[in-house]
């Protein structure tokens, strides 16, 4: 695990890019590893963690192997994205920024991603389903367990 840091220059230019790299390979950002980095760039811990909660992006906790985001945002909140996330909710068993216990599924918020003509918008493993309907969210979430060779 430790290689992924060792690869990098002790440059405190590189904490992004470093800890993208980290979260590619892993999913995530292992808190063991904020001492490595810290050590490895020269910085503090608490340099790092201001990093990793002030970019969204970053996460401290392992995430589902399927990565739901809901914009909340006005233009799909007023088109019904509470709706939307109600019905993520009940079919997932699971609150935003929670992971389902089968580690298949996160769920997120946003507000907006720019493409609020499109809303209510719903991001799966980065593709975009636009224009959502409750009666939708069954059959994606069944999408995504088939690829894991579930039902
Ligand atoms: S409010 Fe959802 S894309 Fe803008």
Request: hydrophobic share 35%; proline share 3%; with cysteine.
């Amino acid at each position: 695990m430790e290689k992924v840091i060792d690869e990098f220059d002790k440059d405190q230019r590189e904490l992004i890019h470093l800890l993208h790299e980290i979260q590619k390979q892993f999913g995530y950002i292992p808190a063991h590893m904020i001492s490595q980095i810290a050590r490895q760039l020269k910085i503090s811990e608490s340099e790092i963690f201001g990093v990793l909660t002030f970019y969204k992006a970053f996460t401290l906790k392992p995430r589902g192997k399927h990565l739901i985001t809901i914009c909340m945002g006005t233009a799909c909140h007023v088109r019904g994205a509470p709706k939307i996330l109600d019905e993520f909710k009940r079919e997932l068993s699971i609150e935003p920024g929670e992971t389902s216990g089968d580690n298949l599924f996160t769920l997120e918020t946003v507000n907006c991603v720019g493409a609020c003509a499109l809303g209510p918008i719903v991001i799966i493993n980065g593709d975009y389903h636009g224009q959502m309907k409750t009666r939708e969210v069954d059959k994606l979430i069944k999408i995504c367990r088939q690829k894991n060779g579930k039902r």
